[in-house]
């Protein structure tokens, strides 16, 4: 009878994972923060050669949990459910070159901008694509659900594209690229180049850009005194000089926005 019991518990223990029915929320430490990323996202959130996370996001978000007291939990997500995960309590805040726009402002609190950034078109070095209509006929590539899909769909040139194939991370996409299967992809500037820094030679950006954009942390709705105390922690780091500090290491510049 005992054994009946475990397994019945075991199987209803089970049932409960895989129906969101026991606490979905990483850590349960309210002292910690559990933060959302894709972990795919260079140079702001990306898997170094030990697979460890590292990037600028990941440094300033730590910087930022120091500051205010707290210890942070980086939780890979998929990007594509990013406010379902916030809005669940599976992550507290979504920080990874997370852009400010209308419409994620009506399901989230955003914090004041601290990046900017823009969507541009990457193609390869040799390919004849220079401006945004030479894209006429072509097949692009973005990553799926991103700001790089909306600023697409907001210019005229979306219409005369072939083809829009999306991908779940932008490294799937230049993968495609780099092979042949896109002729050019929609990519956060900040994003190509890293990556052009890294593979000198193989990727080149057209001058016109699609969108400017800036990036802020989103916070769940409703929870305003998490956003205040963030906020705090974000213009301290500013007035000290710390995160003009990390971003010098990571873009050898402070492009940090006061």
């Given at each position: 009878?005992?054994?009946?019991?475990?397994?019945?518990?075991?199987?209803?223990?089970v049932f409960a994972l895989l129906t969101g029915c026991y606490s979905s929320k990483v850590s349960e430490d309210e002292n910690t923060l559990v933060i959302g990323v894709d972990d795919k996202f260079a140079p702001l959130g990306f898997r170094d050669e030990k697979n460890e996370l590292t990037g600028f996001d990941i440094d300033y978000a730590t910087a930022t949990a120091e500051k205010m007291g707290r210890t942070v939990t980086f939780q890979p997500i998929?990007?594509?459910?990013?406010?379902t995960e916030l809005s669940s309590g599976r992550i507290d805040l979504i920080w990874n070159g997370y852009t400010i726009t209308e419409d994620r402002k009506k399901k989230v609190l955003f914090t004041k901008p601290y990046l900017s950034n823009a969507q541009?078109?990457?193609?390869?070095?040799?390919?004849?694509?220079k401006k945004l209509d030479d894209l006429d006929g072509k097949i692009v590539g973005l990553q799926a659900l991103s700001s790089a899909?909306?600023?697409?769909?907001?210019?005229p040139i979306e219409k005369k594209v072939k083809?829009?194939?999306?991908?779940?991370?932008?490294?799937?996409?230049?993968?495609?690229?780099?092979?042949?299967?896109?002729?050019?992809?929609?990519?956060?500037?900040?994003?190509?180049?890293?990556?052009?820094?890294?593979?000198?030679?193989?990727?080149?950006?057209?001058?016109?850009e699609l969108a400017p954009e800036e990036y802020g942390v989103?916070?769940?709705?409703?929870?305003?005194?998490?956003?205040?105390?963030?906020?705090?922690?974000?213009?301290?780091?500013?007035?000290?000089?710390?995160?003009?500090?990390?971003?010098?290491?990571?873009?050898?510049?402070?492009?940090?926005?006061?």
């Amino acid at each position: 009878m005992k054994r009946l019991s475990t397994i019945v518990l075991s199987s209803i223990a089970v049932f409960a994972l895989l129906t969101g029915c026991y606490s979905s929320k990483v850590s349960e430490d309210e002292n910690t923060l559990v933060i959302g990323v894709d972990d795919k996202f260079a140079p702001l959130g990306f898997r170094d050669e030990k697979n460890e996370l590292t990037g600028f996001d990941i440094d300033y978000a730590t910087a930022t949990a120091e500051k205010m007291g707290r210890t942070v939990t980086f939780q890979p997500i998929d990007w594509k459910t990013k406010e379902t995960e916030l809005s669940s309590g599976r992550i507290d805040l979504i920080w990874n070159g997370y852009t400010i726009t209308e419409d994620r402002k009506k399901k989230v609190l955003f914090t004041k901008p601290y990046l900017s950034n823009a969507q541009v078109i990457a193609t390869l070095a040799e390919s004849d694509i220079k401006k945004l209509d030479d894209l006429d006929g072509k097949i692009v590539g973005l990553q799926a659900l991103s700001s790089a899909s909306d600023a697409l769909s907001a210019n005229p040139i979306e219409k005369k594209v072939k083809t829009v194939s999306e991908y779940a991370d932008n490294v799937l996409a230049l993968t495609d690229l780099k092979i042949g299967r896109v002729d050019a992809v929609v990519i956060d500037e900040v994003v190509i180049d890293y990556y052009m820094s890294q593979e000198k030679g193989t990727y080149k950006v057209i001058d016109e850009e699609l969108a400017p954009e800036e990036y802020g942390v989103g916070v769940k709705k409703g929870n305003e005194e998490l956003l205040k105390e963030l906020q705090k922690a974000l213009d301290e780091l500013s007035a000290d000089g710390t995160a003009a500090q990390i971003s010098k290491k990571w873009f050898n510049e402070d492009k940090i926005l006061k």
